[in-house]
């Protein structure tokens, strides 16, 4: 969520949010930084508590910065997945590259490569940002074999850096922790030249960034306000309903692919998006009724804590989470029945690899919650809050599945290996295994049934679910309903 921000003002500087940058400021030509850790969201934004992002958009006082290079140098961070993300506009299909898919500066190794040592010291990178429409510039940026592009002629770019699932020791983003890992450097060059400009030129909101986090170290945790000079990077309330998946049935749970302008930085496979939906399934809740939903099987993700000794493995899930979002505000606070989501180790699965998740309703009485909580925890369930439906987006459950395998069956996107979840919005040739037609201007809350997904679609870690009333759940009767629909549908609530 694949991923909506919002850029509070409220500082954390605990040394778990400890970055990196300068001493005494930033250099003329180096760009503002400040990361972001969404524990607390508000709608519309719908961050992940699990990722640690930054961002950087041109400055729109001026016409273009065509003439302008970014370079980016990092170390490559300490998390399960991750990337930097060019986006051409907002709400519009990504470019760039995954951690994974980029070259390491000569003498250091890509840690998000098979076989590499994860915890590698030498793990440098750099990566160049130009206007598409550059064929010649300095020597010393011709040579950065990491290379995005955004749109020439236009300011309605941004990239945005995704850093996922850190590892134990370290920030969401991947930083600080034992290694004292830095953010990323970000500095402006006359892409002809090489010579250094002034960032100040060239980035939005470089004071105010710079203003709340002084020498690229203030991380910022919540959703509560949004400086002004970049408030276009992200979502805004526009109504409609616009948002809201389907929900044909209203006894039950049903996931859909969101469309591809579902959020203002909607995620989806790089360097070229394999098809135009962004890449996470949605479902419509009741807001006062118990949700029930049970995933067969989770998929392998990448460990929280590898050993010192580890290597690169391919796992079928980078980074899995699970969280219900809504108009209402909403906190990330781990292993408690009041928080909004859950992610790879937190996800409580049972003997046969399968999960199961309670997003109770805020209507409910503490006598009430009492009993929700105290049996989903005598089953070993999941348990979530719910939210509220609101102008823009509904009381939803929304499911990332982050830097699938190739292979693995339960990834929501297309590849010669599987056919994902079905995109209404096309193109045509990715919904003829399905027998479904492309209908690209249809509004979300509108698409047919035929687009939820299914068993025959993503295996045993397609998602169903049933509502509930209190009693039902208690009584057991609502586990029957969801055992009979999920067979009524090709699958089964035990994997094997």
Sequence with gaps: MAVILALPLILTTSPAHAGGGGRGGLARNQCAVMMLWMTTIQSPGLGSP????????PNKQVPNVDDVAFVVSQDFPFTAYGGLFMYPAPSELPSGFTYGQMTPDPGNVNPFTVGTPIHAKNRHYTALLTADSVTTMAPSLARIPNHAKWPAGTNDWFLLARNYNAYA???????????????AD??????????????????????????????????VTGDNLIPNPIRPMFPQINGGKQYWPPKENPGLVEFYRMPGNGTRAPNNTVPEPSDNCANYIEARLNSRQIALVRVPYVGQYKSHTPAPNAVFEETEVGALSYSAYGQLTSTYRQGSPFSYSIGNEEIKTDATGGATIVIWPRNLTALERRAVFALANARGWNLLEGNQDGPQYANMLTVRVNGPSQ??????YPTPYRNGAPCFQGPQSVLDPFGLTAIPDSPFIE??????????????????????????????????????????????????
Excluded at 465 to 479: N, P, R
């Design 50 to 57: 699990y990722s640690g992002y930054w961002a950087l958009a």
């Design 169 to 183: 020791g370290y920030a969401m983003s991947g930083t600080g922790g034992p290694t004292k890992t830095k953010w």
């Design 186 to 219: 970000v500095r402006a060059f006359n892409v002809r030249t090489g010579r250094p400009v002034a960032c100040e030129g060239a980035q939005a909101a470089r004071d105010e960034i710079q203003q709340a986090s002084p020498w690229n170290v203030a991380g």
């Design 407 to 412: 292979s693995y069956r339960g990834g929501l």
């Design 447 to 496: 698409i047919p049934h035929g687009f939820a997904v299914t068993p025959a679609m993503l295996g045993t870690s397609t998602p169903q679910g049933v509502q509930c009333t209190v009693v039902g759940y208690l009584a057991g009767t609502c586990l029957a309903r969801l055992k009979t629909y999920m067979t009524s549908t090709g699958g089964s609530y035990f994997a094997s």
